[in-house]
C-alpha cells in the first residue's frame, strides 16, 4: 500500500529529519564482475536494445573506464556481438569498431581497458576532485555543449561530469538543503557501517549494525514505532504505517520530520560509531571529520540537534556528496562507503509500498509511485517517472528485501528488464534544493532553488540537449537517445557493473 503524499507534506521537507541507518557487516565492495546479467562490457546483447543500425558503431557498457577486454554492443536481436563489434547484432560492424576506453576517448583497434582481477572493482575510473576545489573542464572533457542548455528556468544549478565541473550558474552562495538532508543521513549511515565492518558482534547493539536488524537492537527509545521493524523498514519510511511488515500490508508514508521513526537512528549511529577507536562519539563530529572533510566540503555544516532539516551546503559541496553517490561510495582514492549500501539507497527496498523511494533517497520509477519528476513546491508527479531516465530496477524478482514478483510498473512487468542497472535517483529538499545522479552517465545535476520545472525531471530536460549533441553514438537524435538509454539499455559511463545485495 502506498499512502501518497500531498503538497503540505512536501511543503514541511524543511523540517524533514536526518535520517541514518547504521552500520552493516553485509557489504561486499569487491564483487566479481562476472556474474550473468549485469551487462558486463563485451557480453551478449539485450533484445529490443538497439538503437544503432545494422552495421553502426555501437557503445558497450564500459563507457570512459571499460571493465572488459571487449567491447560490448547494445544490439536488437539479442545475439552475441564479435568481440569489438558494433551495430545491431544482426550485421556487425568491423571488429575495432565501438569501443570506448578510459577516460573518453575512443580505443583504437577495438581495445578496452584491461579486466581486474577477479573480485575487483575498477576503481582507476572513478575521478574526482578529491578534498580540492573543483576543476573547470572543457565542454570536449565534458561530452556536452552547454550552449545548447535550455536553462532559462533555472537561477543557480552545477553540472558534473567524469569527476570535474562542466557548467555552473547562478554563483555558488551557501544556503539550507531542507530534506535533501535526508540523503546526506543515509551517507552518514553507510560510512559509519564501513568504519565498524571489522567490528566483533558480541551480542545485540554491538558489532556493525545489519540493516536486517531489528531496529530495538540498536534504539532504545520509547517512540519507536514497531517492535518487529527493522533498519530497512525505518530507513524506506514504512515502520510507523504499516499496519503489519507483511509485504502485502506495507505502508509508506513520508516522515516529515522524523519524528515517526527516523529520528531514533542518530543514537543507533552512535551508538555504533562509539565502538571504533579513534571516532567521534556525536553524529555531526563524526559527518565533519568523515564526510565533510574526508570529502573537501568546506562549505557544508550540520548541527545535528534534532536530526530535521539542518545541511547546508553550496553547489561545490552537493557535486562532491553526488559524485560519491555516482561511484559507489568511492572518493578521493578510498572506499567511504560500501558499493552494497549505496545500492540500498538508490532502488526500491520494498515495492509494494512505494517504487519511488528507497533508503532515505528519491528514485525514477514507472508508475505507482510519487516522487523523482515531482514539483516539491505542490507535490504533483510524473505519473510514470522520467522517461528519458531509466528507473531504479532490481535485476531480478522477487528480491531477498521484497516480495514483488517484478517492477509494478504500471506498464507491465516487461518494463523492468534492462540491460544495464542505471536508474536514476535524487535527493530532494524544500524550495528545490535537488542533487540528481546519473549513474550511466557519470552525471550529477544539483540546483539550489529550484521550485519547480517538475524537479529532477526539469533539470534533466533543461541540459539533455546539450548532452546528446556530443554524445558520440546518438550524436543530437534525442528521440533515439531517450529510447536506448529511458529504457535502461544505454550506458556509456558505467564504470563498473552495478551488482544487487543478496542479504
Request: with cysteine.
Amino acid at each position: 500500500m502506498l499512502t501518497r503524499g500531498n503538497g503540505s507534506s512536501h511543503l514541511s521537507f524543511w523540517l524533514s529529519a536526518f535520517a541514518l541507518a547504521a552500520c552493516s557487516d553485509s557489504t561486499t565492495d569487491a564483487p566479481g564482475l562476472g556474474t550473468a546479467g549485469t551487462g558486463l562490457a563485451g557480453t551478449s546483447a539485450v533484445a529490443g536494445a538497439g538503437p544503432a543500425p545494422a552495421g553502426s558503431t555501437s557503445v558497450g557498457n564500459a563507457g570512459r573506464a571499460a571493465t572488459s577486454g571487449t567491447t560490448g554492443s547494445i544490439a536488437g536481436s539479442g545475439t552475441t556481438s564479435p568481440t569489438g563489434a558494433g551495430g545491431t547484432g544482426v550485421t556487425p560492424a568491423p571488429a575495432g569498431a565501438g569501443a570506448v576506453a578510459t577516460a573518453g576517448m575512443p580505443a583504437t583497434g577495438g581495445m578496452a581497458a584491461p579486466m581486474p582481477m577477479p573480485g575487483a572493482i575498477n576503481t582507476a575510473g572513478y575521478k574526482d576532485p578529491g578534498k580540492g576545489p573543483w576543476m573547470m573542464a572543457t565542454p570536449d572533457e565534458c561530452k556536452m555543449d552547454p550552449a545548447m542548455f535550455d536553462d532559462t528556468g533555472i537561477a543557480t544549478y552545477a553540472v558534473y561530469r567524469y569527476g570535474k565541473l562542466c557548467h555552473i550558474k547562478g554563483g555558488d552562495a551557501t544556503g539550507m538543503m531542507y530534506s535533501a538532508t535526508k540523503t546526506l543521513g543515509g551517507v552518514m549511515a553507510g560510512r559509519a557501517a564501513y568504519v565498524a565492518k571489522d567490528v566483533a558482534k558480541t551480542g545485540p547493539g554491538t558489532g556493525p549494525i545489519v540493516m536486517e536488524d531489528l531496529g530495538t537492537d540498536w534504539i532504545a527509545s520509547p517512540s519507536y514505532p514497531r517492535r518487529d521493524a527493522t533498519i530497512s523498514h525505518v530507513m524506506s519510511m514504512v515502520a510507523a504505517a504499516s499496519s503489519s511488515l507483511e509485504d502485502s500490508a506495507l505502508t509508506w508514508r513520508y516522515d516529515t520530520i522524523g519524528s515517526e521513526a527516523i529520528n531514533n537512528m542518530i543514537n543507533a549511529t552512535e551508538k555504533c560509531i562509539k565502538q571504533v577507536p579513534g571516532m567521534p562519539t556525536s553524529a555531526p563530529m563524526f559527518v565533519k571529520q568523515e564526510i565533510f572533510d574526508k570529502l573537501g566540503m568546506g562549505n557544508s555544516s550540520w548541527g545535528g540537534g534534532a536530526i530535521a532539516t539542518g545541511w547546508s551546503a553550496n553547489l561545490s559541496d552537493m557535486g562532491k556528496l553526488a559524485t560519491l553517490l555516482l561511484h559507489d561510495g568511492f572518493y578521493g582514492g578510498e572506499q567511504l562507503v560500501s558499493r552494497d549500501w549505496v545500492y540500498r539507497m538508490s532502488h526500491p527496498n520494498f515495492e509494494n509500498a512505494n517504487t519511488s523511494y528507497g533508503a532515505l533517497s528519491w528514485l525514477n520509477h514507472r508508475g505507482g509511485a510519487e516522487g523523482i519528476g515531482g514539483n516539491i513546491s505542490t507535490g504533483a508527479n510524473a505519473p510514470e517517472g522520467d522517461p528519458c531516465a531509466p528507473a531504479a530496477f532490481w535485476p531480478k524478482y522477487p528480491h531477498f528485501l521484497s516480495k514483488a514478483t517484478d517492477c509494478l510498473a504500471t506498464k507491465g512487468p516487461e518494463v523492468c528488464k534492462q540491460m544495464h542497472d542505471i536508474g536514476v535517483f535524487s535527493a530532494q529538499g524544500l524550495n528545490g534544493q535537488f542533487l540528481v545522479m546519473h549513474p550511466g552517465l557519470d552525471i550529477a545535476i544539483v540546483a539550489r532553488n529550484f521550485s519547480g520545472g517538475d524537479g529532477p525531471l526539469g533539470l534533466w530536460r533543461a541540459i539533455r540537449p546539450g548532452v546528446v549533441a556530443k554524445d558520440p553514438m546518438f550524436k543530437g537524435d534525442e528521440t533515439a537517445f531517450c529510447a536506448a538509454y529511458g529504457a535502461g539499455n544505454y550506458a556509456p559511463d558505467l564504470v563498473n557493473p552495478r551488482v544487487a545485495p543478496t542479504m
